[in-house]
């Protein structure tokens, strides 16, 4: 079986220790990627791509292309549409610079790929696992902290709690994300026939883990106005995927999301921003905003309450999810009021107020591509 090819594409934001562990692991892949495209937004890109060619020169045997670029723009969906447009492979792999791969993760997403002869796959995530590859060394770095509802595996696992982890807590991505098609499409998770195998359907994908075919990523880029960690950009984005196609899991493919602290926003922004983000999906794209906006607020009510309870739970005292959700409650009457000419400024804008951020935190002068041929590169 010919398979296809594959670009690794990662954003980055100074997490350099856990990225180079990221690198290693794709050149080390059982089918290595015909590129590793960087786009990095950080205020260190000629030192940390010192240190990614470094690795490169370190890996025997042969090398794929290195793309390190630096990013125009402080946006994580920027940074993905940028690898976007300088990638060659037939599959993108837009995992987070702290996703770390398993030796065989690659070969096993591209054999599903490859088995799809009717390419019925738009796209499709590799299952994230408690293990940490072998061959990573992640001593050093600092993970996120998480409170007792971010690691009750136990509840979300339980048949008989797992309403609760998805309608009360909700944990589940459908759980955020407001359809806006016309009709509205939000597929039940389901087993599927794809030639000779059967995969797991999903309505949405997580970012830190999504494949996805070039040609679906081109016809359906991330949403540019987002800035920053832009949470819940997976979400739109995998949502178009699936006019395209499916969206399916890829059960015998793993990684290890580290889930690095470094690079993060405060807990408090990531919330408001994500739930202002959610608004702008519907502002912006609805084809029925009369439907979509009571929807998003029925939905917002109960966040505000899951909030108020995982903070609870986990003894964040200082209830910094619960008053994230308040905090969004006025920009997003804002979202709607505004109106879809002018919109992306506009929305930039909010965000950058929410971030305290001024236009010097966003945007620098373009840097040129740095591309290193993999005739280049020498073990």
């Known amino acids: 079986m010919t398979l296809p090819t594959w670009s690794h594409c990662i954003p980055t934001l100074d997490r350099i220790d856990i990225l180079e562990q990221a690198v290693r692991l794709s050149l080390a892949q059982t089918s290595p990627p015909l590129e590793i495209i960087i786009i990095d937004a950080g205020n260190r890109v000629d ?12 890996t025997p045997g042969p090398k794929p292309r290195l793309l390190y670029i630096a990013s125009p723009v402080r946006s994580l969906t920027a940074q993905r549409n940028i690898a976007t447009e300088h990638a060659q492979g037939d599959i993108l792999f837009f995992f987070d610079d702290d996703t770390l791969m398993f030796p065989d993760c690659a070969e096993n997403v591209l054999r599903a790929y490859a088995a799809d002869a009717d ?20 001593e050093d770095a600092d993970r996120k902290v998480t409170g007792n509802i971010g690691t009750a595996s136990g509840l979300r696992n339980h048949p008989a709690l797992r309403w609760v ?3 009360i807590f909700m944990m589940s991505a459908p759980s955020h994300f407001i359809p806006y098609d016309d009709p509205p499409r939000l597929e039940k998770p389901e087993t599927v026939a794809v030639g000779p195998m059967r995969l797991l359907r999903l309505p949405l994908l997580s970012g830190f883990s999504t494949t996805v075919r070039a040609s679906v990523a081109r016809a359906e880029p991330f949403d540019p106005a987002l800035l920053s960690y832009s949470p819940a950009e997976d979400l739109d984005a995998s949502y178009r995927y699936s006019r395209h196609g499916l969206n399916v899991l890829f059960e015998d493919a793993r990684v290890h999301h ?37 929807a998003y607020y029925r939905r917002y009510l109960r966040r505000v309450l899951a909030e108020f309870l995982k903070d609870l739970l986990s003894r964040r005292f200082s209830f910094p999810q619960f008053l994230g959700a308040l905090s969004a409650f006025r920009p ?18 909010q965000q950058m107020r929410v971030l305290n951020w001024t236009t010097a935190t966003i945007t620098r002068a373009s840097a040129p591509v740095s591309e290193t041929p993999s005739s280049a590169i020498k073990g």
């Open 165 to 167: 982890w998805d309608h």
């Open 332 to 349: 997003t009457i804002a979202i709607f009021r505004h109106g879809r000419e002018g919109f992306d400024d506009w929305y930039r804008a």
């Open 258 to 294: 580290f889930e690095a602290a470094s690079g993060r926003i405060k807990r408090r922004q990531a919330i408001t921003l994500g739930l202002m983000n959610l608004a702008a999906f519907v502002a912006k794209k609805s084809a029925r905003p009369g439907r979509d906006i009571p």
């Open 47 to 58: 030192d940390h791509r010192a240190r990614i060619e470094t690795v490169f020169a370190e």
């Open 119 to 138: 390419q019925r796959i738009a796209a499709g995530m590799a299952v994230n696992t408690p293990d940490i590859p072998g061959a990573a060394h992640v």
